[in-house]
């Protein structure tokens, strides 16, 4: 059983930034899109950042274009999240998530616990 494990989440204050990581337990999943959903309270679970397997298709939602960074190491088992500039918007539970393809549909096939990010003003 596949399971992802995140870490890197916290308190900051607005401007800041933070490293998330996600690693997947067991080997790589080949040929599986990792990446980023975030759930602020009151609000639906939406598209932070998705990387392919191949790193050649990466998609950001329109509020974080410019200020996170994602990324896959070269064993492909994690993925990182670079948060820079970080706004008290950001703020939400961070859920990793990996499914096949190149893209990360809502319905992905594997999540993790989810980290908090909390951005004071």
């Known amino acids: 059983q596949v399971q992802l494990v995140e870490s890197g989440g916290g308190l900051v204050q607005a401007g800041d930034s933070l490293r998330l990581s996600c690693a997947a337990s067991d080997q790589p999943l080949k040929n599986y899109a990792m990446g980023w959903f975030r759930q602020a309270p009151g609000k639906e679970r939406a598209l932070v950042a998705s990387?392919?397997?191949?790193?050649?298709?990466?998609e950001y939602s329109d509020s974080v274009k410019g200020r996170f960074t994602i990324s896959r190491d070269s064993a492909k088992k994690t993925v990182y999240l670079q948060m820079n500039s970080l706004k008290p918007e950001d703020t939400a539970l961070y859920y990793c998530?990996?499914?096949?393809?190149?893209?990360?549909?809502?319905?992905?096939?594997?999540w993790g616990q989810g980290t908090q990010v909390t951005v004071s003003s």
């Open positions: 990387i392919s397997w191949s790193g050649i298709t990466i």
């Open positions: 998530a990996a499914d096949r393809g190149v893209r990360l549909p809502l319905t992905s096939e594997y």
